[in-house]
Antibody, heavy 119, light 108 residues
Framework: QVQLQESGPGLVKPSETLSLTCTVS????????WHWIRQPPGKGLEWIGNIYYIGSTTYNPSLTSRVTMAVDTSMKQISLKLNSVTAEDTAVYYCASGILTGNLAFDVWGQGTMVTVSS | EIVLTQSPGTLSLSPGERATLSCRASQSVSSTYLAWYQHKPGQAPRLLIYGASNRATGTPGRFSGSGSGTDFTLTLSRLEPEDSAVYYCQQYDSSRYTFGQGTKLEIK
């Protein structure tokens, strides 16, 4: 069974860097895109970006200047860094992939991790 | 950027009724990359439909998707209490993914 697990600090100070890790179990990290998606409180879902297992990335244009994603195939982990955070970056952050549909949709999701930006 | 607009914003129906949720795109979307998700509080979103009309593994047969171009529909026949959730459509185009703003389905 494929499982994704997000981890990282639940509280980040304004202007600092948000760092999260997604650990993959039950599946190979190869041949798939790995995505980060977030949901601010009371709002809808926003795609942050993705990384292919070989390391190529695509980011949401609205966040591209602040986002960095990386993949560690040996550890089966995908990381997200979002710098210069503000209160607007407070959200539940999910990692997701399209393992079951051949990258056609987000068919596997982590449980999500809440990140609050506050001093 | 392709904007997805979902309607209605909120839908309140009784068990056994039929729900029709709409997703309209600002420009034509490939059906291959149109998906629907169910999102309940405290849970991760769950993929229901991909490729506009293909049920994901585990999606009950009373969920169906249809549409093409700029107009897509998610239909839930014979509503059950556990269908209460927010439903999102999502598309992929030109290396970018976008979601609709969601339709909240309330079961009376």
């Amino acid at each position: 069974q494929v499982q994704l697990q997000e981890s990282g600090p639940g509280l980040v100070k304004p202007s600092e860097t948000l760092s999260l890790t997604c650990t993959v179990s039950g599946a190979s990290i190869s041949s798939y895109y790995w995505h980060w998606i977030r949901q601010p409180p009371g709002k809808g879902l926003e795609w942050i970006g993705n990384i292919y297992y070989i390391g190529s990335t695509t980011y949401n244009p609205s966040l591209t200047s602040r986002v960095t994603m990386a993949v560690d195939t040996s550890m089966k982990q995908i990381s997200l860094k979002l710098n210069s955070v503000t209160a607007e970056d407070t959200a539940v952050y999910y990692c997701a992939s399209g393992i079951l549909t051949g990258n056609l949709a987000f068919d596997v999701w982590g449980q999500g991790t809440m990140v609050t930006v506050s001093s | 950027e392709i904007v997805l607009t979902q309607s209605p914003g909120t839908l309140s129906l009784s068990p056994g009724e039929r729900a029709t949720l709409s997703c309209r795109a600002s420009q034509s979307v490939s059906s291959t990359y149109l998906a629907w998700y169910q999102h309940k509080p405290g849970q991760a979103p769950r993929l229901l439909i991909y490729g506009a009309s293909n049920r994901a593994t585990g999606t009950p047969g009373r969920f169906s998707g249809s549409g093409s171009g700029t107009d897509f529909t998610l239909t839930l026949s014979r509503l059950e209490p556990e269908d209460s959730a927010v439903y999102y459509c999502q598309q992929y185009d030109s290396s970018r993914y976008t979601f609709g703003q969601g339709t909240k389905l309330e079961i009376k």
